[in-house]
């Protein structure tokens, strides 16, 4: 597919309450037009984002429920991270939910220390890569954003001269004082990857009184920006292009100059 018209849902979330922000969501996907094929909510997205995980659901539970239903009544994808407890642990998973098909997640691999979130939830140990409609999309959440490395776009293995991934997905809790941080960290990977890169943040001061000023965005391959937010609410709508990031990888081709190496 040329084009993948996706939306970002840039939104306070309701402390520690998934119905009320199920209900909120609900309205704002609504409202979207059927062209919208990718639907993505912020980190945490029923709770805020939380040390307290009494608060987590299984995947059977409510939220990942909500969201295999939504996806099935508006034939949309929709993904964002949620507190899980698996296994006997509690994981900070990105969820994608694709009407008729199979749940797919990532658990956050990065967990962000200076709230101690690596000492109340279990890390991820995958990169996960998702297919829509021909567009290769990397799952990543917040705090994974500054480490380079885990998110570099290397040549397939198994296709010559293509690369893992087309798009890049951030989602994210990212607070206020380091607003300049995440907007620089998104474009960075989208030169560094030669990939889109779209971020969604969130709004408005969560039930630890920390303050969020958005900044939802999504860069092309070149760095440019496709479409930007402020710090209000609202549904950042953006449609990517392939045939612009084919032909700038062809005309600037550096990831033919990358270093090959593994991550153990």
């Not at 005309?251 to 033919?256: D, I, K, N």
Request: with cysteine.
């Amino acid at each position: 597919m040329r084009t993948l018209e996706i939306a970002l849902l840039q939104s306070p979330t309701v402390w520690h309450d998934p119905e009320a922000n199920r209900i909120l969501f609900t309205n704002a996907i609504a409202e979207l037009q059927p062209e919208v094929k990718l639907v993505v909510l912020p980190e945490m997205f029923s709770t805020g984002f939380t040390m307290q995980t009494e608060v987590a659901e299984s995947m059977d539970g409510a939220t990942v429920a909500w969201m295999q239903a939504m996806a099935a009544n508006s034939q949309k994808v929709i993904c964002g991270s949620v507190v899980i407890r698996d296994r006997g642990a509690c994981f900070n998973r990105f969820i994608w939910a694709a009407p008729g098909a199979e749940l797919i997640w990532y658990d956050k691999r990065h967990l962000f220390r200076m709230a101690n979130e690596h000492q109340h939830y279990a890390a991820g140990g995958d990169q996960i890569t998702v297919v829509l409609e021909g567009w290769r999309i990397r799952l990543a959440v917040c705090y994974d954003l500054r480490f380079p490395v885990w998110l570099r776009n290397q040549q397939r293995r198994d296709v010559h001269g293509d690369l893992d991934y087309d798009l890049l997905l951030v989602v994210a809790n990212w607070p206020a004082p380091r607003q300049k941080a995440w907007n620089t960290l998104l474009q960075a990977r989208a030169i560094e990857n030669q990939a889109y890169v779209a971020g969604v943040n969130i709004v408005g001061v969560d039930g630890n009184d920390v303050a969020y000023t958005g900044g939802s965005a999504i860069y092309a391959p070149d760095g440019t920006t496709v479409c930007e937010q402020d710090d209000n609410p609202s549904v950042l709508l953006g449609a990517l292009d392939r045939r612009t990031l084919q032909d700038f990888r062809e005309r600037f081709p550096a990831w033919q100059d990358a270093d090959p190496f593994t991550i153990s």
